[in-house]
T-cell receptor
Framework: ETGVTQSPTHLIKTRGQQVTLRCSSQSGHNTVSWYQQALGQGPQFIFQYYREEENGRGNFPPRFSGLQFPNYSSELNVNALELDDSALYLC??????????FGPGTRLTVT | QKEVEQNSGPLSVPEGAIASLNCTYSDRVSQSFFWYRQYSGKSPELIMSIYSNGDKEDGRFTAQLNKASQYVSLLIRDSQPSDSATYLCAVIMYSGGGADGLTFGKGTHLIIQP
């Protein structure tokens, strides 16, 4: 059984740029959720995708957007990067609203 | 505002003792509760899930849920130095539009002293 994978591991971007992060869900899972974790804080829910549609969204602006593909993998896109977007971005997969299992994360630094 | 509250610690426990981690939540309709362990620089790892009032045991870990008091706890028996980590309490909260994903507390930093 393959676990949740994310790419890239680390990323450095400049303010104003755009970034795409990728996630492959665990075998048998159909739902992908994305979280942002700032240093010293718990993860914050960005949004969730189920059957290729956004199924729920946290308190993040529209410049945070995503996609889910037929194989249940997912992308997180962030436009017009701001310094405060620097964080660990976590993807979690689950079967519907069941237990969520996290990937290793992508560390994004915005300079 | 829907919130999950944890004492940030650090909580220092001698090796072999019981570590007790606590969490309160604000949303009365929450149905699903989780404990994650996160080592420094790593992603959260699911330890326990609990959905109904009472205790749930898995090896050295016991989760306790009291929905009337909006309280969930995690006990770690026979604490080991490898248990030193940040423990995150997470709750699935529901709104009119459905589930809102996991709402996390800030985590409790646990230190097991050899």
């Amino acid at each position: 059984e393959t676990g949740v994978t994310q790419s890239p591991t680390h990323l450095i971007k400049t303010r104003g740029q755009q970034v795409t992060l990728r996630c492959s869900s665990q075998s048998g899972h159909n739902t992908v959720s994305w979280y942002q974790q700032a240093l010293g804080q718990g993860p914050q829910f960005i949004f969730q995708y189920y059957r290729e549609e956004e199924n729920g969204r946290g308190n993040f602006p529209p410049r945070f957007s995503g996609l889910q593909f037929p194989n249940y993998s997912s992308e997180l896109n962030v436009n017009a990067l701001e310094l405060d977007d620097s964080a660990l971005y976590l993807c979690a997969s689950s079967f519907s609203l069941g237990e969520q299992y996290f990937g290793p994360g992508t560390r994004l630094t915005v300079t | 505002q829907k919130e999950v509250e944890q004492n940030s610690g650090p909580l220092s426990v001698p090796e072999g003792a019981i570590a007790s981690l606590n969490c309160t939540y604000s949303d009365r309709v929450s149905q699903s509760f989780f404990w994650y362990r996160q080592y420094s620089g790593k992603s959260p790892e699911l330890i326990m899930s609990i959905y109904s009032n009472g205790d749930k045991e898995d090896g050295r870990f016991t989760a306790q849920l009291n929905k009337a008091s909006q309280y969930v706890s995690l006990l770690i028996r026979d604490s080991q130095p490898s248990d030193s980590a940040t423990y995150l309490c997470a709750v699935i909260m529901y709104s009119g539009g459905g589930a809102d994903g996991l709402t996390f507390g800030k985590g409790t930093h646990l230190i097991i002293q050899p």
